[in-house]
């Protein structure tokens, strides 16, 4: 309400009530200003009210939103269902032009502003969690994969005749896809066994897509020296740090490789970071003018759902709310380490020393016949069906094929791993609560399958109990009515 309503209202009401009215009014406005003036997110989280009101502010100054507009072009933010309409607050138009992804919208002022701001948030945010030198970055609706395509592609641009992409092996199938559908060969280079950790040797380190986040026992990339060796052969160098922002050491890993090295732009997953649903990502990096090229490349306009996510939440648990979620992450994965390797002791298992990943832990399964895949994968199974996600369980010599690369090994990085294991990771979100309750069904799923005698596993054994397995999944089916 403007000052002149309020001058109106007050012939209504008790001019005291409605001078309160707008002062409480006022406190809200003073946080979208300040947002608006420094684009920084808030030391301290919104409240729901306040987002809703700035988001409204917004909207009403998309075209769609007009009262009285005549809209006789193509694409006008018509909607169908008002239920879709609220989902989107509507906010119809998406972000950016035919041309470039973080251009303006002549007739879509809020949703361009709300697509400036979201960048400036998520640009701060990366700051606070550790890449203080970065200059730019921009919220693309697509996951990591397909974000890293985009990268590559701009980078055809610069260097027409470039045909290959230097890749330290991950078994993660969205990173080399990325490569392939941007019609280059990668070069795998395979990783070396130093203890239980899997890392570069200093011999193989020439790299243009190397890698932070990971599951265990594979560990980052030494992104100092491939940064350096980069800058020295003037090799473009693309870092995918999938689930890294919410790692102090991934962060810090980058921008120590950009400050004495080359790190062209790094990529990060917005749902694995910021507990918002999958679509989106950040591209990021230390060269403006080069993350704008990026952004140019998209074509055609993209949706706001991802840059409206990210920027609710991000307004709603504010820094200090994400600087706890951080810290407890941080808390709740060395919890994860202590009671899983208390559990491996108690099974004659090992927690895999891999102390370079800050996110993802493996426990040996040696106690499983090892030349048994059933085994190994039922024990996954059983997991799963007792509704423990996120474990992944590794058996011995998989192979797979992945756009016509033959990954022998696959899943474990290698290919020839000593041992299977089984996955878990500490990720933003993770309470103790989670840990308990992991612990407390895999100590109980080892249980069934060692029974009693962890160096043989029968035919038969494991027979009886997939018989079994199949029963609990029937009895679940039934239970969820399919």
């Known amino acids: 309400m403007n000052s002149e309503n309020a001058s109106i209202s007050e012939r209504i009401v008790s001019p005291s009530y409605i001078r309160q009215g707008c002062q409480a009014r006022r406190t809200h406005e003073q946080l979208i200003r300040l947002l608006l003036e420094k684009g920084k997110c808030p030391e ?8 809703e009101l700035f988001l409204h502010e917004l909207a009403i100054m998309d075209s769609n939103n007009f009262l009285g507009n005549c809209g006789v072009g193509e694409r006008e933010g018509r909607v169908f269902s008002s239920l879709v309409a609220r989902r989107h607050y509507r906010l119809i138009h998406g972000i950016g032009r035919s041309g470039d992804i973080a251009a303006i919208q002549p007739k879509a002022a809020g949703s361009s502003l709300l697509n400036r701001i979201t960048n400036s948030v998520v640009l701060d945010m990366l700051k606070i969690a550790g890449v203080k030198t970065v200059s730019s970055c921009f919220v693309v609706p697509m996951a990591t994969g397909m974000s890293l395509t985009l ?18 092996r991950i078994d993660q199938k969205s990173c080399f896809k990325s490569m392939i559908t941007a019609g280059f060969e990668p070069v795998v280079i395979e990783n070396l066994l130093e203890g239980d950790e899997l890392q570069l040797g200093p011999e193989n380190i020439l790299c243009v897509h190397s890698t932070t986040s990971c599951f265990a026992p594979r560990v980052p990339d030494r992104l100092e020296e491939l940064a350096m060796i980069c800058d020295k052969y003037g090799i473009p ?12 050491k991934c962060m810090h890993l980058i921008q120590q490789g950009a400050r004495i090295g080359r790190i062209d732009a790094f990529v990060q997953s917005l749902d694995k970071n910021f507990m918002v649903p999958v679509g989106g990502a950040i591209i990021a990096g230390f060269n403006e003018s080069f993350v704008q090229e990026i952004s140019r490349m998209y074509p055609g306009r993209a949706s706001a759902s991802p840059s409206l996510d990210v920027l609710i939440t991000l307004l709603s648990m504010g ?27 108690a099974h004659g298992e090992r927690l895999l020393k891999t102390t370079h990943n800050p996110i993802s832990l493996a426990m040996s399964l040696q106690g499983i ?34 756009s016509g690369h033959v990954f022998k090994g696959f899943m474990s990085h290698a290919t020839e791993y000593p041992c299977p294991y089984l996955n878990a990771a500490a990720a933003i979100g993770i309470t103790k609560q989670d840990v308990d309750l992991c612990i407390k069904r895999l100590d109980k799923c080892l249980k069934n399958i060692k029974k009693e005698n962890p160096a043989v596993i029968s035919e038969d054994t494991l027979n009886e109990m997939a018989e079994s397995f199949n029963e609990e999944m029937s009895d679940v089916l039934l239970f969820l009515g399919t």
């Open 237 to 248: 160098h693309i870092v995918n740090n999938a689930y890294g922002v919410q790692s102090s």
């Open 369 to 402: 016949d090892q030349q048994n895949d059933k085994a190994v994968t039922l024990l996954g199974s059983m997991l799963f069906t007792r509704q423990v996600s996120g474990a992944r369980v590794v058996p011995l010599g998989n192979e797979q094929t992945v």
């Open 319 to 345: 820094s200090k709310g994400y600087r706890k979620l951080l810290q407890e992450r941080k808390d709740t994965y060395t919890y994860l380490a202590e009671e899983l390797k208390t559990l491996a002791e």
């Open 44 to 51: 301290d989280g919104w409240d729901e009210s306040t987002i």
């Open 151 to 168: 990268c590559f592609l701009t980078l055809r641009q610069k260097r027409p005749t470039g045909k290959y992409i230097i890749w330290p």
